[in-house]
C-alpha cells in the first residue's frame, strides 16, 4: 500500500504482558514517528527515527517502552509488563524530511491497546 | 521549545455556518505549523501547513488557515460548515534542531443540523 501501515490494529492483552506493535512505512521516508493517543493526554510524542541517526527518544514514558527500526524501514515499538494506563492508540508516522524541516508527516491508523 | 494551544476543545457550529478552530504557537525559531483532521475511529490526515511561503494556506476540504507572526497564531476556518466536517481537529508546530511535531490537545468540532 501506498500509506503507512500498522499491525495489530486492536491488541488486547492481560496486565503484565508484553506487546509489540508494529509500523511499516512509506516506501522511501527516512523519518519514522510514534505517537500515543490516550483520553485526556491528546497526542504524546514517544520516539522520532531519522536515517541512521540515533533516536530521539526524549517521550518514551518509561523504561518499560522501547523501539527499534531495523533496515531503516520496519519499526517495532515494545511495551514490557504493560500496566492498564498504557491502554491508548499509538500512531506511527512517517515524512521525508530532505534539506528542511516543514515536510509533511503521514500517519497510519494506529494500533488500539487495551490492557485487561 | 515549540508549543500549541488550541483555544476551545468543543466547537459547535450550525452546518452553512463558519467555522473558526482557534490556535496559537510559540516558538524560539521561525514554525512549520500543520492542521490534521481526525475522524472518528480513524488516523490523521493533512489539512494544510505552513512553511513560510504564503501566510494565507489554503487546504483540503475548503479549509483555509492564515499565519500571523503578530498574533502567533494559525486560525483555522471554513466559509460554511458541512455535517461531514464533523471531527477532532488538531494544530501542531515544528521547528529548531528537531524535526518533532509538537500537537494541541485538540478541538472537536461538532456540526448541526
Known amino acids: 500500500g501506498a500509506g503507512v501501515s500498522q499491525s495489530p490494529s486492536n491488541k488486547v492483552t492481560e496486565k503484565g504482558k508484553d506487546v509489540e506493535l508494529r509500523c511499516d512505512p512509506i516506501?522511501?521516508?527516512?523519518?519514522l514517528y510514534w505517537y500515543r493517543q490516550s483520553l485526556g493526554q491528546g497526542l504524546e510524542f514517544l520516539i522520532y527515527?531519522?536515517?541512521?541517526?540515533?533516536?530521539?527518544k526524549s517521550g518514551l514514558p518509561s523504561d518499560r517502552f522501547s523501539a527499534e527500526r531495523t533496515g531503516g524501514s520496519v519499526s517495532t515499538l515494545t511495551i514490557q509488563r504493560t500496566q492498564q494506563e498504557d491502554s491508548a492508540v499509538y500512531l506511527c508516522?512517517?515524512?521525508?524530511?530532505?534539506?528542511?524541516?516543514?515536510?509533511?508527516?503521514?500517519f497510519g491508523e494506529g494500533s488500539w491497546l487495551t490492557v485487561v | 521549545a515549540q508549543s500549541v494551544t488550541q483555544l476551545g476543545s468543543h466547537v459547535s457550529v450550525s452546518e452553512g455556518a463558519l467555522v473558526l478552530l482557534r490556535c496559537n504557537y510559540s516558538?524560539?525559531?521561525?514554525?512549520?505549523l500543520f492542521w490534521y483532521v481526525q475522524y472518528p475511529n480513524q488516523g490523521l490526515q493533512l489539512l494544510l501547513k505552513?512553511?513560510?511561503?504564503?501566510?494565507l494556506v489554503k487546504g483540503i476540504n475548503g479549509f483555509e488557515a492564515e499565519f500571523k507572526k503578530s498574533e502567533t497564531s494559525f486560525h483555522l476556518t471554513k466559509p460554511s460548515a458541512h455535517m461531514s466536517d464533523a471531527a477532532e481537529y488538531f494544530c501542531?508546530?515544528?521547528?529548531?534542531?528537531?524535526?518533532?511535531?509538537?500537537f494541541g490537545t485538540g478541538t472537536l468540532l461538532a456540526v448541526q443540523p
Open positions: 501542531a508546530v515544528m521547528g529548531g534542531a528537531t524535526n518533532k511535531l509538537i
Open positions: 508516522a512517517s515524512s521525508s524530511p530532505g534539506h528542511s524541516s516543514g515536510n509533511t508527516i503521514y
Open positions: 505552513y512553511t513560510s511561503a504564503a501566510t
Open positions: 516506501s522511501g521516508h527516512t523519518a
Open positions: 516558538s524560539s525559531v521561525p514554525p512549520y
Open positions: 527515527f531519522q536515517g541512521n541517526s540515533a533516536p530521539d
